[in-house]
């Protein structure tokens, strides 16, 4: 599996590509391209551009959740769509993933996408809070078991696990619902009690310094290669991670074979 980063908070000098508070990762998987959130803006689509990745063949779009920096850039990616179909070319009908309450934005919550269900209707949806695996190897988690109530909210959180030989890779949007409780559910779900790498945003809530401390001392234990904190993760939160567990650097364009 290939997961190559469409856009996230971080460039680099290495691919000069746009960087926006957002994340989009494009996934490869045999003949599958799973496109993973879809950032706040257009960027994306002309980073992929940039890094000659034919979104036009994607086969699936997965939503981790309904915030707008994940799903603003759906309706410039139907405009792409539309585009290409006007000069002759035959676009395959792609199907978003998500937990059907990504339908059901909170009034109260300021990064919701309250256009999402206009977008949503020019795609085929298949909307599930069961898990449900989209290739042979990648599993959508569906609904997360949070006991914390802070967390209730965000109640339209997922992440993606693929299954790889040696152990599980979790690839998260923002970890709303707690990177406990995904791992412990991906573990669960894939039956596979070895993460091997986690790739994607890490959302801390207020109780700081006590949060980084637990999470870091279970991905200690978990015995965790590495991991990738990108996004809504702070320097602070990554530099008191890397006492725990290797972490590594994330930036628009950087490709990771798993
Ligand atoms: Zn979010
Ligand atoms: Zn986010």
Known sequence: MQLTVLVDNNSNVAHFLCAEPALSFCIEDGYRKILFDCGYSDAFIKNAYQLGIDLSDVTDIVLSHGHIDHTGGLGRLQSLYLKISRVGFPICVKRITAHPNIMHQLEDDSLANKSLPQLCDLFETSFTAHPRYLTDNILFLGEIPVTDKTRYRH?????L???????????SGCSH???INIAEYAKKVANDNRIRAIIGGIYIGNNHENDIKEIGEYLRNENVECIYPCHCCDLDTKLLLSRYVPVKDVYSGLAITF
């Not at 109640?155 to 992440?159: I, K, L, Q």
């Not at 696990?161 to 690839?171: A, C, H, R």
Request: cysteine-free; proline content about 0%; hydrophobic content about 30%.
């Open 155 to 159: 109640r339209d959180d997922s992440s």
């Open 177 to 179: 619902s707690g990177l």
């Open 161 to 171: 696990v693929y299954t790889s030989e040696s152990g599980l890779v979790i690839i």
